[in-house]
């Protein structure tokens, strides 16, 4: 390695993707899930503070969980977290399943399409994501 590049590795074409996606996600959620840029002035997303807002059923098309309303976190290294009015902190993401957050299925809805499967947490992460 030549000098200042001791201990780094270039990000290979699969990590450039995946910076991609993350980018492109938070930039999506950032127009739509918390400015509306359909012009509809929103969600009713409540800021708790920078990394935390108080979610509801009514703020998302889809929403995975059984409970109406919690906290959705994005915690340190992007683990994203719910909590259900007075429960607990439940993981959203495999990155906070494994920092320990216990596993969100008390409170993860069925797929109201598919029998057997579990509802599709996409638009609460990519919320949870922009938190970070």
Known sequence: MGEGGA??????????????????????????????????????HRAVDRHSVEAEAGDFEEWPFTVERGMLRCREGEQVT????????YA????????????????WAEDPQVAALRADVTEVLVLGFALC
């Open 92 to 107: 959203v993401n495999g990155t906070a399943k494994a920092a320990g957050y216990p596993a969100m299925t008390p409170v």
């Open 82 to 89: 719910f909590t259900p009015e007075g429960g607990r902190e």
């Open 7 to 44: 201990g780094k590795r270039p990000l290979g074409a699969g990590g450039k993707v995946a910076a991609f996606v993350v980018i492109v996600v938070a930039a999506i959620c950032l127009s739509q899930c918390m400015g509306g840029g359909d012009g509809s002035g929103g969600t009713s």
